[in-house]
């Protein structure tokens, strides 16, 4: 028997009905009366058996408190009383002191021990409150959910993890009171939706997470609901929030642990694959167990060399120069060979692994710079790094003693990658402008796919925005894209901005592109990402086609 279900046991004793408590009193009374009997069969009150009487009392104070105790004190030393003989053989009766003073025992008991009990019985709910609540939305905890027994629920429930993405960056920015309104906000709307009356369906587990247990029959009805009235603009303080928010859903089977990791497996699916929602799959845990051996394999590819470099160049739309090249980081890796991108480098991001690899790349790819410096060729190269890697200050004093090597770092360009979180825009502005005095430059990558593009447009000393692929390979056939991309050229332009289109593909988009005022492109029309010594030859055709 779980915890859980142990103290709702104990508060149940508390929330009798009429009828229940009815059927307790006629229980114990009857009890009494057998002892009673059974006292006076095996020859009256000299009868150790007359202390099983104490047994009905206590059991009556613990379920009914002082008052109960009280009254079985007196039933019982009423029944064990003036009619009750002392010795039955002899036919002696007690004397009324005896019985007297054996019932004031029993009050004192009954009432002292329903006492005990009503103070361990509040003590046990105020722990549990705390323990197992949390004090802000009064909803289950983390702790309650991992205690309950999965038996009380149906056989076709499934378990819902829920995070609020932008609920840190909300706490961090507006306060902790100012998150803890939306929190009770989103609590409400999940209750209405899901809360049942004596079951507990809906958990907070903390952090901007909620949990929610439901029926196979509600995942489609109850969540459009749920979508509908509560995932909406949200106007509070004069400031609007817009909740951003991923979901994981697995099947309520196994240990209450098992439920929570595989739950939390497809939210990340979800959130990697930019869906809603995701229903956990057995494929996915081993995915989430690759990429973890993955991650652990790191220090040793950088070691053995497996990582290595591919360039892709950017094109100046009117002179049609090659005016940099973008370094991306491909693994070749001894046992599973090429291994995507998209497989480890969202999660070396977040770990602080990826502060070494990002110093790998920096110093291969300046390097290869260098070199091609020596063969004449005058480009730029940019490196990917997260934005929250510019606020550690081991990357700032590793690029000064790159300086100090005569690596070409005015030719250098960070471009920040927009899904890493940054915690003080001012801090980092001020790093980003001693990085600038190197000449180094900046370009914000995937512009206009993250929650925070433009408040880093805003607040961060950028040179260049690089249009997401997602907009622009499409352009000549998809109205909305094309708006969208206009609108992000105008921004840039209004901005004083250097504009990047990334994933061209055809001709009449680089057309397209030039029309609307875009600066360079960069994408499979022109070739696809290179190794160094390719990049070379495909350099030299182009130059010379040119």
């Keep these: 028997m779980s915890v859980i279900s142990v103290v709702n046991s104990i508060k149940k004793l508390k929330k009798m009905s009429i009828f229940q408590y009815s059927l307790f009193v006629l229980l114990m009374i009857s009890l009494q009366i057998f002892v009673a009997d059974l006292v006076n069969s095996f020859g009256g009150v000299k009868s150790s058996l007359s202390y099983l009487m104490l047994l009905t009392i206590i059991t009556g104070s613990f379920v009914l408190g002082p008052a109960g105790g009280l009254i079985f004190a007196l039933t019982g030393g009423l029944f064990l009383g003036p009619f009750m003989p002392m010795n039955s053989?002899?036919?002696?009766?007690?004397?009324?002191?005896?019985?007297?003073?054996?019932?004031?025992?029993?009050?004192?008991?009954?009432?002292?021990?329903?006492?005990?009990?009503?103070?361990?019985?509040?003590?046990?709910?105020?722990?549990?409150?705390?323990?197992?609540?949390?004090?802000?939305?009064?909803?289950?905890?983390?702790k309650y959910f991992e205690n309950i027994a999965l038996t009380n629920y149906s056989s076709d429930a499934y378990f819902a993890n829920l995070k609020f993405e932008n609920y840190e960056k909300t706490k961090e920015t507006f306060g902790g009171n100012y998150a803890d309104d939306f929190i009770n906000f989103f609590s409400k709307g999940l209750s209405d939706v899901f809360g049942k009356k004596n079951l507990a369906t809906v958990f907070y587990l903390g952090g901007g997470?909620?949990?929610?247990?439901?029926?196979?029959?509600?995942?489609?009805?109850?969540?459009?609901?749920?979508?509908?009235?509560?995932?909406?603009?949200?106007?509070?303080?004069?400031?609007?929030?817009?909740?951003?928010?991923?979901?994981?859903?697995?099947?309520?089977?196994?240990?209450?642990?098992?439920?929570l990791?595989?739950?939390?497996?497809?939210?990340?699916?979800?959130?990697?694959?930019?869906?809603?929602?995701?229903i956990y799959s057995e494929e996915m845990k081993t995915a989430s167990h690759k990429n973890f051996d993955l991650l652990c394999e790191i220090p040793r590819a950088?070691?053995?060399?497996?990582?290595?470099?591919?360039?892709?160049?950017?094109?100046?739309?009117?002179?049609?120069?090659?005016?940099?090249?973008?370094?991306?980081?491909?693994?070749?890796?001894?046992e599973r060979g090429a291994v995507s991108p998209d497989d480890f480098i969202p999660h070396i991001e977040q770990t602080a692994m990826i502060g070494k690899v990002t110093e790998w790349v920096l110093k291969t790819a300046l390097m290869d710079l260098k070199k091609m410096q020596l063969?004449?060729?005058?480009?730029?190269?940019?490196?990917?790094?997260?934005?929250?890697?510019?606020?550690?200050?081991?990357?700032?004093?590793?690029i000064k003693e790159y300086n100090k090597k005569i690596l070409p770092l005015d030719k250098l360009e960070f471009e920040i990658l927009e899904r890493g979180s940054v915690d003080d825009f001012k801090n980092t502005a001020i790093v980003m402008e001693s990085l600038k005095s190197m000449g180094i430059q900046f370009s914000l990558d995937d512009f206009g796919t993250g929650n925070s593009t433009l408040t880093c447009v805003q607040n961060l000393p950028l040179d260049i925005i690089k249009i997401d692929r997602t907009f622009v390979k499409d352009i000549e056939t998809n109205r909305k894209n094309k708006e969208l991309v206009r609108s992000c050229i105008n921004i840039g332009r209004?901005?004083?901005?250097?504009?990047?289109?990334?994933?061209?593909?055809?001709?009449?988009?680089?057309?397209?592109?030039?029309?609307?005022?875009?600066?360079?492109?960069?994408g499979y029309y022109f070739t696809k990402p290179l190794t160094y010594n390719k990049f070379l030859n495909w350099y030299k055709t182009y130059t010379d086609l040119r």
């Excluded at 323990?131 to 905890?141: D, S």
């Excluded at 480009?379 to 004093?397: A, G, M």
């Excluded at 901005?495 to 061209?504: M, N, R, T, Y």
């Design 494 to 522: 209004a901005l004083d901005k250097k504009i990047v289109a990334e994933g061209v593909e055809s001709e009449e988009v680089i057309k397209i592109l030039k029309d609307m005022g875009c600066d360079c492109a960069q």
């Design 261 to 278: 990791q595989n739950s939390e497996i497809a939210r990340r699916s979800a959130k990697k694959n930019l869906n809603h929602y995701e």
């Design 302 to 334: 950088i070691e053995k060399k497996e990582f290595y470099i591919l360039y892709h160049p950017k094109i100046d739309l009117y002179s049609g120069k090659v005016e940099g090249v973008e370094a991306l980081i491909r693994w070749d890796h001894p």
């Design 375 to 398: 063969q004449g060729m005058d480009l730029r190269v940019s490196v990917n790094i997260p934005l929250n890697l510019l606020q550690n200050p081991k990357l700032t004093k590793t």
């Design 89 to 142: 053989e002899l036919s002696l009766m007690q004397n009324s002191p005896n019985w007297i003073f054996r019932m004031i025992i029993y009050v004192f008991i009954g009432s002292y021990s329903g006492a005990i009990m009503n103070y361990l019985l509040n003590t046990i709910n105020k722990l549990s409150k705390i323990t197992f609540y949390h004090t802000k939305t009064n909803l289950p905890n983390l």
């Design 209 to 259: 997470r909620f949990g929610i247990i439901f029926s196979s029959s509600e995942i489609n009805s109850k969540f459009k609901i749920f979508f509908k009235t509560v995932l909406k603009k949200i106007r509070k303080k004069e400031i609007e929030y817009f909740p951003s928010m991923f979901i994981g859903v697995a099947k309520l089977e196994g240990n209450n642990i098992d439920i």
